[in-house]
């Protein structure tokens, strides 16, 4: 199919794999818009630091014509992985290799912002947030959002992630709650101002498991610390539990109690954190969820298929999924085929990563030792050989 010939294509959603797939069209002279619900790339936390895979977020960096700005960004040091219990017990420790870029770490703020600045300032809309779409009888479809602006487009893809507003269009499924609630924290400064926080984590994640709780601490750019408190507790745990999270001090002193059994060196964690506690519970659509090939619409990363974090993969299927998805359109003489073929491969490799972050969470959320079972399946995956299996056990 011609370029003149692909008609208006919108992505909604300007996420690491919105902004992918917009970057591919561009280069190869395809017009695109993607609109974007927050007003600008800074209106909000962009979240913690990334590992791009070289077969999917590395690959997708190198079709976009990114990959050696990426590696400038970049730190391969953040592979080290260290494993430990409540008591502070270490059951397995890996320090990676500077040169090895199999997974480096990315902050997720410097990714965006390099796919970001890679656009054409035109394509991007901000601040629009979107209200509802149509079908129309033509195979259009028709956006209409918050502040009145409408636009009607040939092809629309969703990558709007989790509660994602053009999944209606293809699939009735709704993300559930996967039973896990995590505490996001940081540190910032943390070098300078908490240097025994900064060794404890490393220059990687530190992975401290026990009893139906985490915390997961990873080190970020700009001289900070995320760190993931992580409790498996009813979906409506911060209702009932009656915590009061605009009260930074009363939150800190509850979590300290749920976790007064720990090492002193842990609870550090929730004492000197700064005064900021975000609880976010972790959902996840159906492990094989599909729809039948729609005209004009399609999705993309979260939108499609929503996961935990505990396969490390969430932005790098995003990615791979917006740069086959990119080629497809590209080189499409049917474009419906072409969009089903891209469905069909992405259905396969989401399902497979759905349920290994399933069992991964299960695994790592769970009662007894469950840093000593997590460490034992990292020993066994490093005995049989080399494998980027054990990387798919990192919260994202």
Known sequence: ??????????????????????????????????????????????????????????????????????????????QDTRIIDKSGTVHY???????????????????????????KADIIAQGHNLQSIQSLSNGQHKLVFDDGVTDTADLVIGADGAWSRIRPLVSSAVPQYCGVMIVEIQFTEVDDRHPEIAKLVGRGTLFALSDNKGLIGQRNGH????????????????????????????????????????????????????????????????????????????????????????????VNLAMLDATELALAIINADDLKQAIHNYEQKMFSRAAKAADESATNLDLCISPGNAAKLMAELFKKMMESGPSNDKENFVTR
Not at 9 to 29: K, S
């Open 223 to 314: 001289n900070r610390i995320r760190v993931y408190i992580t409790l498996r507790v009813p979906e409506n745990w911060v209702a009932e539990s009656r915590i009061a999270f605009d009260q930074p001090e009363q939150v800190r002193d509850d979590l300290l109690h749920l976790f007064a059994d720990w090492d002193n060196s842990l609870l550090n964690f929730i004492r000197f954190c700064d005064a900021n506690f975000i609880p976010r519970p972790l959902y996840m659509l159906p492990i094989n969820h599909r729809w039948e090939t729609q005209q004009g619409v399609t999705l993309l990363g979260d939108a499609a298929h929503l996961m935990s974090p505990f396969a490390g993969e969430g």
């Open 93 to 119: 420790e890996e320090v990676s290799n500077e040169m090895c870029f199999d997974r480096p770490e990315i902050d997720r703020h410097d990714l965006r912002q390099l796919l970001f600045q890679s656009l």
């Open 1 to 78: 199919m011609s370029k003149n010939k692909l008609g208006r294509i919108v992505i909604v959603g300007a996420g690491p794999g919105g902004l992918t797939l917009a970057r591919i069209l561009q280069l190869h002279g395809v017009e695109v818009k993607v609109y974007e619900r927050e007003s600008s790339i800074d209106a909000r936390p962009q979240g913690g630091t990334l590992d791009l895979h070289v077969e999917s977020g590395q690959y997708a960096l190198q079709i976009a014509g990114l990959f050696d700005k990426f590696q400038t960004l970049c730190r391969p040091e953040g």
